[in-house]
């Protein structure tokens, strides 16, 4: 019953926001001012990014890199264009996962609102602390727990993260990690690996966080682009292509991720965290060009 209003209360974000979306582009193609794009590239690309976005790797990287380095956007509606495109591939990743993949739903619920809570309430602390720090911080805790994922793997250590929820001490810890990681999101931080590698580490299957992660995603994304839409601060034509081609590619990634056993799905999610403690330290370390910030409502 409880995992019922979790769904309808996400299908009904997601067409306020479809519905604001469409509205939106409707009137901007009347008026005649929508913007030019090719869908022989834009579509592959979120195919692409949506595909990988679905394993944990995160879609907001890779898109801005394809936007910015193949001049595909202005460089000033970028942010706006990655939360209104992926909005609804999220919202299919969510409701797959929530459908397929089993979780106590005490721990899923209350993940998920202490991840909505961080990003609403944590904003204004995280935007004071030092982001290299954080970052850098966030890279060493996502390698030590790749480190011992891969060592379980192998053999060298007992492995863990077998348990489908929480309860007592470390479903406080859940809760109080999804807290940090919501508020984290909003300095550029994505939440997708950090969750996967906090769930493992206090002894949850891996499998389990993709229903956490992608269902908090996917009641903050939509809340944020609706913000864009209103300013008029994203590129509609490659918005609508990525959401198609990108749907598409959740699909598809979905039924790999279901279908994978538990121990070769544990290979993916090693990859995956150590792919982002990697940009973590990059992030961290690297010099920011002019005027360069991250982007605003950050989730993957």
Same mark, same amino acid.
């Given at each position: 019953?409880?995992?019922?209003?979790?769904?309808?209360?996400?299908?009904?974000v997601?067409?306020?926001?479809?519905?604001?979306?469409?509205?939106?582009?409707?009137?901007t193609?009347?008026a005649?001012?929508?913007?030019?794009?090719?869908?022989?590239?834009?579509?592959?690309?979120?195919?692409?990014?949506?595909?990988?976005?679905?394993l944990g790797?995160?879609?907001?990287?890779?898109?801005?890199?394809?936007?910015?380095?193949?001049?595909l956007s202005?460089d000033?509606?970028?942010? @706006?264009?990655?939360?209104v495109?992926n909005?609804?591939?999220?919202?299919?990743?969510?409701?797959?996962?929530?459908t397929?993949v089993e979780v106590e739903?005490?721990t899923?619920m209350t993940?998920?609102a202490?991840?909505?809570? =961080?990003?609403i309430?944590?904003?204004g602390?995280?935007?004071?602390?030092?982001?290299?720090?954080?970052?850098?911080?966030? @890279?060493?805790?996502?390698?030590a727990?790749?480190?011992?994922?891969?060592?379980?793997q192998?053999?060298?250590?007992?492995?863990?993260?077998e348990?489908?929820g929480f =309860?007592?001490?470390k479903?406080?810890?859940?809760?109080?990690g999804?807290?940090?990681?919501?508020?984290?999101m909003?300095i550029?931080?994505?939440?997708y690996?950090p969750?996967?590698a906090?769930?493992y580490?206090?002894?949850?299957?891996p499998?389990?966080a993709?229903?956490i992660?992608?269902?908090a995603?996917?009641?903050?994304?939509?809340?944020?682009s609706m913000?864009?839409?209103?300013?008029?601060?994203y590129?509609?034509?490659?918005s609508?292509?990525v959401?198609?081609?990108g749907?598409?590619?959740?699909?598809?990634?979905f039924?790999?991720? %279901?279908?994978?056993?538990?121990?070769?799905?544990k290979?993916?999610v090693?990859v995956?965290?150590l792919?982002?403690?990697?940009?973590m330290?990059?992030?961290?370390?690297? %010099?920011p060009k002019? @005027?360069?910030?991250?982007?605003?409502?950050?989730?993957?």
């Amino acid at each position: 019953m409880l995992l019922t209003i979790v769904k309808i209360a996400l299908i009904l974000v997601t067409l306020v926001f479809a519905a604001t979306f469409a509205a939106d582009y409707l009137k901007t193609l009347r008026a005649g001012k929508l913007e030019k794009a090719n869908p022989l590239v834009i579509g592959p690309l979120g195919f692409v990014v949506n595909f990988f976005d679905t394993l944990g790797i995160g879609s907001f990287a890779p898109t801005t890199a394809a936007l910015k380095n193949f001049k595909l956007s202005d460089d000033r509606t970028i942010p @706006g264009t990655l939360n209104v495109a992926n909005a609804i591939p999220v919202f299919f990743q969510a409701i797959f996962f929530l459908t397929a993949v089993e979780v106590e739903i005490a721990t899923l619920m209350t993940m998920i609102a202490a991840g909505v809570l =961080g990003s609403i309430l944590g904003a204004g602390i995280v935007a004071r602390m030092d982001v290299k720090k954080i970052r850098i911080g966030m @890279g060493l805790a996502l390698f030590a727990v790749a480190f011992v994922m891969l060592a379980g793997q192998v053999n060298i250590m007992p492995s863990s993260g077998e348990a489908i929820g929480f =309860g007592g001490v470390k479903l406080v810890l859940a809760i109080a990690g999804s807290f940090v990681l919501g508020a984290l999101m909003t300095i550029g931080i994505g939440f997708y690996a950090p969750c996967m590698a906090m769930v493992y580490a206090l002894g949850m299957s891996p499998r389990a966080a993709f229903p956490i992660m992608t269902a908090a995603c996917a009641f903050l994304q939509p809340a944020c682009s609706m913000k864009f839409i209103k300013e008029s601060a994203y590129n509609r034509r490659i918005s609508s292509i990525v959401t198609l081609f990108g749907s598409v590619g959740v699909l598809i990634a979905f039924f790999i991720v %279901k279908s994978l056993p538990l121990r070769e799905l544990k290979w993916v999610v090693i990859v995956v965290v150590l792919y982002t403690s990697a940009v973590m330290f990059y992030s961290a370390f690297k %010099k920011p060009k002019a @005027g360069e910030e991250p982007p605003a409502c950050v989730t993957t």
